[in-house]
């Protein structure tokens, strides 16, 4: 509940990371806990550090360590997090994946070029995905089938 309050009041506009607290919630429950005060690896309590005091200060760069992707800092390969998101709140009928392996080896083409935040809704690209990732944290149906490489959505 913390991070999500953090990152909800630290992280909005273009640094905005959930289009919702029910969103980040669902979301963050995916996460390792790890410490409290980790300010690197792929754990929530990463997560909760950037979302705090750093992303009130500098949103511009903590807002996307902080958020599902973990920007570099909480967790290095995106889709480490991105996957087991997937993985967890989306089935296999929807999006093709039948375990972290396979969603991990279809996820490395997808392109990194666009920082992820909660207003890229389109596109090719991996933040596109993550968009309707968190919201099928919440919404399965569709966000779920928006994931993949052949996403309705996602694929122009």
């Known amino acids: 509940m913390n991070y999500c309050t953090l990152i909800q009041a630290n992280c909005t506009g273009d ?3 959930y289009i919702s607290e029910a969103n980040c919630l669902a ?14 690896g792929n754990t929530l309590g990463c997560r909760e550090y ?4 750093p992303a009130e200060m500098n949103p511009d760069i ?9 920007g570099g800092q909480c967790g290095v390969d995106p889709c480490e997090p991105f996957c087991a998101i997937a993985t967890t ?23 990194t070029d666009v920082v ?9 690209i991996l933040a596109c995905r993550m968009y309707h990732l968190q919201v099928a944290s919440t919404t399965p ?9 052949a996403s309705p959505v996602c694929v122009p």
């Open 15 to 17: 640094n905005q990371q």
């Open 27 to 40: 979301t963050c429950a995916v996460f390792d806990i790890g410490m409290g005060g980790d300010t690197n």
């Open 50 to 53: 950037h979302a705090g005091a």
């Open 62 to 70: 903590h807002c996307g360590h902080a958020g599902p992707l973990g």
């Open 89 to 111: 709140v989306c089935t296999a009928a929807d999006t093709g994946w039948d375990n972290a392996v396979e969603c991990a080896n279809e996820c490395a083409g997808f392109p």
């Open 116 to 124: 992820y935040n909660a207003g890229v809704t389109s596109g090719d």
């Open 141 to 149: 149906d569709p966000h779920c089938q928006h994931v993949n490489e």
